[in-house]
């Protein structure tokens, strides 16, 4: 038999998860972020769960190459533009949309100005203060009017650092009025909000909002009580089964460096899940992880981590779990435990676990 860890994605859940973004951005169109290979969740499973979406947003052209072989007929944002000039003519076969970001980009859309067929539309992205890509705004007008000058379609975008930590600046608000008197009395639709924005800053939507880690079912500050209000749902679900079980006595240490002991006698359930497999090592104990009642299906209970997480296996505390055996299903993410929960305690966010899952684990698409 196969070992048993398994990736469930659920597709539903993306539906729910993007319908909750039309509820809370109901006047803006919607880029769906799916970047990492839709933060580990598969291209298929989104075409699939969110086809409903307005568009798709995405890093590399292969990968728009990918939804177009698979079907996509509905638009493609490219958000970091292009890397090199040679791909404009790939991008207008493909009918993507181009975040332009900096000068060298512009001089290349110049330059191919007169091979355009079709217009190409084109989000001109401004650095409000996150710093990190952008056209300053004392530069952002004069590439405004070249770029529309040479037959492009123009829209107008930026990215706010730190829409999920309030008390920090540069503040949504500044980037915000930043934004708005540098575009002033310049036409086209607008692109602000990623998901921390779209679910605490409803005034700063834009006309395109760009929902990523909350299509998923995790928050933008790592923190799940931080999105319990929002009703999202978990799409990926992580799981595995008890391969063995321990029966150690107190003073027993329990994997490499030893690093729980045991305070009395107790059972220790082996789970076929390591690091290779994309869990953090540094998972402390006490991580959450569920493990199934083998007498009563769809019942379980929380049970706490010990001990230093290996390649291919991780062990749990089986005080609180006394009809756990060989066999019995544990989620190590998912609904049952927030994968923002397992990142927390392992001094990460839950986008880095979610991306990171391994290649050598199944994935299935419910």
Request: with cysteine; net charge negative; aromatic share 8%.
């Amino acid at each position: 038999m196969n070992r048993p860890i398994l990736a469930s994605i659920h597709t539903q859940a993306f539906q729910h998860n993007l319908n909750r973004v039309r509820e809370l951005a109901p006047e803006s169109k919607i880029w769906s972020v799916i970047k990492a290979r839709a933060y580990g969740h598969t291209f298929d499973a989104v075409l699939k769960g969110l086809e409903s979406t307005d568009g798709f947003a995405l890093l590399d052209i292969q990968d728009a190459v990918c939804l177009r072989e698979h079907g996509w007929q509905g638009r493609i944002l490219l958000l970091e533009g292009l890397f090199h000039e040679n791909e404009i003519d790939l991008a207008q076969e493909l009918h993507c949309d181009l975040v332009v970001h900096c000068e060298t980009q512009i001089e290349w859309l110049e330059r191919y100005a007169d091979k355009v067929h079709k217009p190409i539309s084109v989000f001109l992205k401004m650095n409000t203060g996150m710093n990190r890509l952008g056209l300053k705004p004392e530069a952002y007008r004069t590439a405004f009017h070249r770029l529309h000058s040479a037959g492009y379609r123009l829209h107008h975008m930026t990215h706010f650092a730190n829409a999920d930590q309030m008390d920090r600046k540069p503040t949504v608000d500044a980037q915000q009025e930043l934004f708005n008197q540098t575009i002033e009395g310049l036409d086209g639709p607008t692109s602000l909000a990623n998901s921390a924005a779209i679910l605490w800053h409803r005034n700063a939507l834009g006309d395109w909002v760009r929902p990523g880690i909350m299509l998923y079912g995790a928050s933008p500050t790592g923190l799940y009580a931080d999105i319990e209000h929002a009703h999202l749902q978990a799409v990926m679900q992580l799981h595995s089964e008890i391969i063995d079980i321990q029966e150690l006595q107190a003073g027993d240490r329990i994997g490499y460096g030893g690093r729980y002991e045991a305070p009395e006698p107790m059972r220790v359930g082996i789970v076929a899940c390591g690091y290779a497999d994309g869990y953090p090592r540094h998972a402390k104990d006490g991580t959450p992880v569920w493990v199934g009642d083998s007498d009563k299906v769809g019942s379980g209970i929380i049970c706490p981590l010990v001990g230093r997480v290996s390649m291919d296996m991780l062990t749990v505390d089986l005080r609180n779990a006394p009809h756990a055996k060989i066999g019995s299903v544990v989620e190590l993410w998912g609904d049952k435990v927030p994968v923002d929960q397992v990142a927390q305690m392992s001094n990460t966010i839950g986008y880095e676990l979610l991306c990171a899952v391994a290649p050598r684990v199944p994935v299935k698409i419910i």
